[in-house]
């Protein structure tokens, strides 16, 4: 079985070309017969997997951080909508936060990476859908994408918004100063949000919606379960900037004391979730604002129907 690698040079800021004879050497020693693609630019990925699909690759590994992982998902789907079989995914993570990895429980180091796509045992893992209408200046427009990992509305956006522009810091400090600077903004909207089995109008700080627990080093739905066919959910208000900022530092606890706990936060499972702006809201799909104007948003999980090669 020849496998398709999709590997983006640029990931990790930038250091994926650097690792690229590192990820080849893993591949080889590993016995794993593969074919390598490198990206171009934002985007690509999506036209690279899906051509990959359309071409009959039974496995399609994803060389690259969690933003490249999407692209390649949401290009396997592209395929797969149009009637393409569905590959298999592999992952060689040369991120810097590798949050799906992470929530997948999937090693980091390459050598182990590439031994696991090697042997050819898969897991099902959930995948997230976002449908939105988005209005703006130059008028209204529907789109769909995929999601592997995580998707929001509200405030999350907003940080993703600032931390693009902050070059100075790396990692988790990163999101931390973007995270502040988005609460001191004080953004707030009025929503009315449904789901399956509950409905909440009235004002919102946040929605985020995971099919893992974890993305930009935060546990923003920490009782996620890519495995579970749901989709968990977290909405809140939280008016007060000095509440706000004492809920930061708990978003990093998975467990005990997760910000989760707070009277403003609620945490729930469903596997839909419609949600009606008053007023426009950036949203991000795996962390690439897709909109800054969305006003209708709805996501849906597809249980099982990712193949990822792992040893669990």
């Not at 929530?103 to 045992?121: E, Q």
């Not at 130059?138 to 994408?145: E, I, V």
């Not at 893992?212 to 739905?221: D, E, H, L, S």
């Amino acid at each position: 079985m020849t496998i398709k690698v999709i590997l983006n040079p640029y990931s990790g800021r930038w250091k994926g070309q650097q690792r690229r004879e590192e990820a080849e050497t893993a591949l080889r020693q590993a016995g794993v017969d593969y074919e390598i693609v490198l990206t171009e630019r934002p985007g690509h990925a999506i036209e690279l997997a899906a051509q990959a699909a359309r071409d009959g690759y039974e496995a399609v590994v994803a060389a690259g951080g969690d933003g490249s992982i999407s692209e390649v998902v949401n290009g396997l789907m592209k395929a797969v909508d149009n009637g393409a079989k569905m590959p298999k995914l592999g992952i060689l993570p040369l991120g810097t936060a590798n949050d799906l990895v992470s929530n997948l429980n999937l090693p980091t180091d390459l050598s182990t990476a590439a031994k696991i796509i090697a042997k050819g045992k898969t897991q099902p893992v959930d995948l997230g859908t976002v449908s939105y209408t988005s209005v703006d200046p130059s008028g209204k427009t529907q789109r769909k994408c995929y999601f592997d990992n995580n998707s929001a509305i509200g405030l999350e956006p907003c940080v993703t918004l600032v931390q693009q522009k902050i070059t100075w810091l790396k990692g988790t400090i990163r999101y931390l100063a973007a995270a502040v600077i988005a609460v001191m903004q004080k953004p707030s909207w009025q929503v009315e949000i449904q789901w399956d089995g509950g409905h909440y109008k009235g004002p919102m700080s946040l929605v985020t919606v995971g099919n893992g627990r974890i993305t930009g080093g935060f546990y923003m739905t920490p009782h996620a379960n890519p495995y579970d066919g749901k989709l968990t959910f977290v909405y809140g208000y939280v008016p007060r900037r000095r509440e706000m900022f004492g809920l930061l530092p708990k978003a990093l606890k998975p467990g005990k004391g997760s910000y989760v706990e707070s009277n403003s936060i609620h945490e729930e499972d469903s596997s839909w979730l419609k949600v009606h702006m008053a007023s426009p809201t950036p949203l991000h799909a795996d962390g690439e604002i897709q909109t800054e104007h969305a006003v209708e948003i709805e996501w849906r999980i597809i249980p099982g129907i990712l193949q990822v090669f792992s040893d669990l």
